[in-house]
T-cell receptor, first 116, second 114 residues
Framework: ETGVTQTPRHLVMGMTNKKSLKCEQH?????MYWYKQSAKKPLELMFV???????ENNSVPSRFSPECPNSSHLFLHLHTLQPEDSALYLC???????????????FGSGTRLTVV | GNSVTQMEGPVTLSEEAFLTINCTYT??????LFWYVQYPGEGLQLLLK?????DKGSNKGFEATYRKETTSFHLEKGSVQVSDSAVYFC?????????????FGKGTKLSVKP
């Protein structure tokens, strides 16, 4: 029980599909993060939300669209993806983006995305 | 800016060998330091952390000591097991006012052979 749940665990989608990844945390945290993890590359921070407001977008292509309806839920909407977008997508949460970062992040198990 | 550098992998050890994974950091102030572990097919899990100089974090037989004088936070374990095979990430808390983040190293893959 990590406290951060991601669904689905695995997703295969065609380049013309639209799908969404879901992340839910039950920790009472106020900041949530999307990371991309590709083989042989460092972790890439994609988006950050703090108290439901997007506070960071690290030059992510518009085919990735985040949504944070409340502090407990985070979505990543996907459309017209490319094969190079195949990766493990990780969601994380932290108490906040201030001193709460000092307590660390809690990660979900990730969604393994394959774009065909 | 703040950064974390950890040793390149992969590291391959035999069971019961001693493990050291080096991590050094660059930071202003005194950030909290972390080690995370990622088992195959899983997300990252917090392994241990230290919040101030000379603190020792420990968990599951792993230890790391916050060394301010050498800006290091090396991960050690006296006797590794096959089940320790995973990728290990060093990280520091970059508070940055209200825009704090964890800054992660690139990860070190550990393979333990029976």
């Amino acid at each position: 029980e990590t406290g951060v749940t991601q669904t689905p665990r695995h997703l295969v989608m065609g380049m013309t599909n639209k799908k969404s990844l879901k992340c839910e945390q039950h920790l009472g945290h106020n900041a949530m993060y999307w990371y991309k993890q590709s083989a042989k590359k460092p972790l890439e921070l994609m988006f950050v939300y703090n108290f439901k407001e997007q506070t960071e977008n690290n030059s992510v292509p518009s085919r990735f669209s985040p949504e944070c309806p409340n502090s407990s839920h985070l979505f990543l909407h996907l459309h017209t993806l490319q094969p190079e977008d195949s990766a493990l997508y990780l969601c994380a949460s932290s108490q906040d983006r201030g001193v709460g970062v000092g307590y660390g992040y809690t990660f979900g198990s990730g969604t393994r995305l394959t774009v065909v | 800016g703040n950064s974390v550098t950890q040793m390149e992998g992969p590291v391959t050890l035999s069971e019961e060998a001693f493990l050291t994974i080096n991590c050094t950091y660059t930071a202003t102030g005194y950030p909290s330091l972390f080690w995370y572990v990622q088992y195959p097919g899983e997300g990252l899990q917090l392994l241990l952390k230290a919040t101030k100089a000379d603190d020792k974090g420990s968990n599951k037989g792993f230890e790391a000591t916050y060394r301010k004088e050498t800006t290091s936070f090396h991960l050690e374990k006296g006797s590794v097991q096959v089940s320790d095979s995973a990728v290990y990430f060093c990280a520091l808390a970059d508070y940055g006012g209200s825009q704090g983040n964890l800054i992660f190293g690139k990860g070190t893959k550990l393979s333990v052979k029976p």
